[in-house]
């Protein structure tokens, strides 16, 4: 077998393109250290989830006040508002990639955004930063230029059911979802976890969010099932208007688990008495001790008399992220690899992300309601029997 | 002598069809950056939705309000179709055009026996029908998740990869279905159904046979948005239920209003009015983002005042602008 040697037409052709392409790279500005970091936050600003982008942007600007005390680059972002809705999202990713103005994207909020835009996203090679999208496909369709905040949903689905199977010894769930892609997605893997957990769904019921407000005839759906846990995947609107009516038809004193979009202060109000005692596992705490989240928590109370949501402090620890990272050398084309490699303390705790983009060994903050007040339990999430899972 | 002149086709109807064609082919050599490019893409495929609705409403005189069903419905045909039974994007496109007419037909054989407000009122109910269908059917549609990973359009073997090929190709077909469109709304066809749509009565009294030709308005109207439908999907790489709710309905017909019914050029120009205000109006400014979603209801009272007939309702055209482009003869003194 006779071996090629010498320069042959292609391989001339390739080191031609080659040097070329390493010439464009060399020519083009490093990143360099003052300049600004320019971000494009993209969220519904307009819609039924309008109320995520607001606290998108009030993240956004409580992260721009620590960022200016930090020190180093500075940092601008515009927002791009996707009205929740998939088509806007693909026109705003579309509008965002060919002005070229921007070195990274934070956003979309609603899964079905985030799916819609990325296409495009990956096509311009903009990185992406996630906070709130959970959908399992965000991470799983391929895309190596995003990272994300929040914990999957397969993930928390499990979590939620070992806390209401091990912590709290209830086998009897009864599941009320919002029909939604989050709400679905929680639903149908809480419906794995329960199998493997040794526990029984006695009941389930969907509802249309932002449509449906009578939860009465799933009230007693669930009554008649002898349901001893109610599992709520849904938001803080229809989750206290479920308690409440439950409460009004006599059904009281079931433990009740449900993810952090139920920490909302309106959750205990529409409850009326009813959410005293449940259980919300939130993806960071807002109660905990650590000096930044209660500098952030207090700060934000006082500029915007709310407590911030999680997508408030997910925004805000992604510029962070950015801003550090970006004053440390990275560039656009190097930032979703150093977050890889990375290792942040941020208002929702500390983060580590695995090479898919997911944050990794993340945990559950167990939080509760106290005297008609949410307060942190410390406790932890008893994970036997999840092994069969993973 | 006005009886004995000839008519002669305007030539203004006779060529700007083509000309406008051969401008828009030229778009994506001249706009910069791929943003606007896509903008008017998404424009086209709006505007084959509104030529659905117009054959409906426009020609055939019957208000509905359900044609983001038929739109989704031809998304997921064809995304389905390509990804689950590995068909070729154009059969699929063909076959989602094929299943919107035979629904649309369907459709209107219940809704004949309404009108006016009450077809609207099933038609609504059609599009909730179809919305609780998809986001229910897990196993089908996987519900409220949505599809995710669509295909891009795929002619044999050649992929629409980059803006400007999938821009050409909705390009042509846009081109095509308007202009066969235009043959049978021009043609007897459409002349029997303006006729019904004016006076039903009188056609029936005429021997049209009233019933067939609603159900074919309801089967063509419906297959184009279907094959619309098609292409968004494609184009979108992503459907979920979300984007075929009511309020895209409500979205389509506003365009066909705002347009002018019954007009092929009103067709365009109201997709792309209803989809560049409020694109012009994206800003980063709070107070811009607040008012944008009520620009275009604003835009279309201001229009039911002062030109109720929509910007290309032929009766509504300013005579002037009639006799600039040949529509109309000069006035002889």
């Known amino acids: ?60 600007e409580a992260a721009m006040k620590l960022i200016e005390a930090a020190g180093g680059p500075s940092v601008t972002f515009d927002i791009f508002d996707d009205m929740g809705q998939p088509r806007e999202a693909a026109s705003v990713a579309r509008r965002i990639a060919d002005s070229g103005d921007y070195d990274l994207v934070v956003g979309h909020v609603n899964s079905s955004c985030t799916l819609a835009a990325m296409p495009i996203y990956s096509d311009y090679e903009i990185p992406v930063l996630c906070g709130s999208s959970s959908n399992s496909q965000v991470t799983e369709s391929g895309w190596d230029n995003i990272v994300r905040m929040t914990i999957r949903d397969d993930y928390g689905a499990q979590q939620y059911s070992a806390f209401a199977v091990n912590n709290l010894g209830k086998k009897k769930m009864a599941i009320l979802f919002a029909n939604d892609d989050y709400g679905r997605g929680l639903r149908d893997k809480m419906m794995v976890a329960a199998d493997a957990l040794g526990a029984e769904v006695v009941a389930e019921a969907g509802f249309t969010p932002n449509l449906d407000k009578d939860f009465s005839s799933i009230v007693s759906q669930f009554r008649n099932a002898g349901a001893e846990a109610f599992m709520l995947n849904c938001n803080y609107t229809e989750g206290g208007l479920f308690l409440g009516q439950a409460k009004s038809a006599g059904v009281e004193g079931i433990a009740t688990v449900g993810p952090d979009s139920l920490l909302y202060n309106e959750y205990i109000e529409l409850a009326q008495g009813a959410a005293e005692g449940s259980y919300i596992l939130a993806a960071y705490d807002p109660y905990a001790d650590s000096d930044t989240t209660q500098a952030f928590m207090s700060g934000f109370r006082e500029a915007y008399d709310a407590l911030p949501s999680q997508v408030a402090v997910f925004t805000s620890d992604l510029f962070i992220l950015a801003h550090q990272l970006m004053a440390a050398g990275s560039t656009p084309k190097t930032l979703i690899g150093d977050i890889k490699g990375t290792e942040f303390v941020g208002v929702g705790g500390t983060y580590h992300w695995d090479a898919k983009g997911d944050v990794k060994d993340r945990t559950f903050a167990v939080i509760t309601v106290k005297d008609g007040k949410f307060a942190s339990t410390g406790a932890a999430v008893d994970e036997t029997g999840l092994d069969a899972l993973r | 002598m006005a009886m004995t002149e000839t008519f002669r086709t305007p030539f203004t109807v006779k060529f700007g069809p083509w000309l406008f064609l051969i401008l828009m082919a030229c778009l994506p050599l001249v706009l910069p950056g791929r943003f606007w490019l896509h903008i008017f893409s998404l424009t086209m495929i709006y505007a084959i939705f509104v030529l659905g609705q117009n054959v409906v409403t426009g020609w055939a005189g019957m208000l509905t309000l359900g044609q983001a069903a038929f739109v989704g419905m031809g998304a997921y045909a064809s995304v389905l179709l390509t990804m689950q039974a590995g068909l070729s994007w154009p059969l699929a496109f063909l076959a989602s055009g094929v299943i919107c007419a035979a629904c649309g037909a369907a459709l209107a054989l219940p809704c004949l026996r309404v009108k006016a407000d009450f077809l609207s009122l099933v038609t609504i109910a059609f599009n909730q029908i179809f919305f609780m269908v998809a986001n229910n059917w897990m196993e089908l549609t996987r519900g409220p998740m949505g599809i995710p990973g669509v295909p891009s359009m795929q002619i044999l073997g050649w992929k629409a990869r980059s803006s400007s090929d999938q821009f050409w190709l909705i390009l042509g077909v846009a081109a095509i279905l308007f202009f066969l469109v235009a043959r049978l709304m021009h043609g007897q066809l459409g002349r029997t159904m303006k006729m019904i749509r004016d006076d039903e009565v009188a056609a029936g009294a005429l021997g049209v046979n009233v019933t067939g030709y609603k159900v074919l308005a309801f089967a063509i109207g419906c297959g184009v948005c279907g094959l619309g439908g098609s292409l968004y999907g494609h184009y979108m790489r992503f459907v979920s239920p979300d984007m075929f709710k009511l309020e895209e309905s409500l979205l389509i017909m506003q365009m066909a209003i705002l347009g002018g019914l019954a007009s092929m050029p009103g067709c365009a120009l109201g997709a792309f009015l209803m989809i560049m205000i409020p694109e012009a109006l994206r800003s980063s400014e709070p107070w811009l983002i607040t008012i944008r979603p009520g620009v275009a209801g604003a835009t279309l009272v201001a229009l039911m005042i002062w030109r109720p007939n929509g910007l290309l309702g032929f009766g509504q055209m300013p005579r002037s602008i009639r006799r600039l482009l040949r529509l109309e003869k000069e006035a002889r003194p």
């Open chain 1, 1 to 60: 077998m006779t071996q090629k040697t010498g320069i042959t037409r292609r391989g001339a052709l390739k080191m031609g393109l080659g040097s070329v392409a390493a010439a464009g790279l060399m020519a083009r500005p490093i990143f360099a250290q003052g300049a600004p970091v320019r971000i494009a936050l993209a969220a519904p600003m307009t819609g039924d989830s309008a109320s995520m982008g607001l606290n998108a942007q009030r993240g956004a």
